[in-house]
Nanobody, 115 residues
Framework: QVQLVESGGGLVQAGGSLRLSCAAS????????MGWYRQAPGKQRELVAT???????NYADAVKGRFTISRDNSKNTVYLQMNSLKPEDTGVYYC?????????WGQGTQVTVSS
């Protein structure tokens, strides 16, 4: 059974930085597409960034140039480095593990950016 455990969220002032981590258990991490999504109050969950097993990265337009996704296959962990944070980045950030026919989600970590 896959477990995803996020950490690193918190309260930060606008312009600050945070680094989120997601530790994954289970098999097939190396070939899985890993990603980060977020959900603000009253809004739908939205894509932030993904990284394939081959290292190809994809970002939402809203975070391009500010956020960087990376992975360490030796630690079964994916990271999200968030710089130049804005109040509109506030939300619960969820880790995703995607393999064919199966998506797994973490429990989420709160990120709050104050103005």
């Amino acid at each position: 059974q896959v477990q995803l455990v996020e950490s690193g969220g918190g309260l930060v002032q606008a312009g600050g930085s945070l680094r989120l981590s997601c530790a994954a258990s289970g098999m097939f991490f190396r070939i899985a597409t890993m990603g980060w999504y977020r959900q603000a109050p009253g809004k739908q969950r939205e894509l932030v960034a993904t990284i394939t097993g081959g290292g190809d990265e994809n970002y939402a337009d809203a975070v391009k140039g500010r956020f960087t996704i990376s992975r360490d296959n030796s630690k079964n962990t994916v990271y999200l480095q968030m710089n130049s944070l804005k109040p509109e980045d506030t939300g619960v950030y969820y880790c995703l593990r995607r393999v064919p026919l199966s998506d797994s989600w973490g429990q989420g970590t709160q990120v709050t950016v104050s103005s």
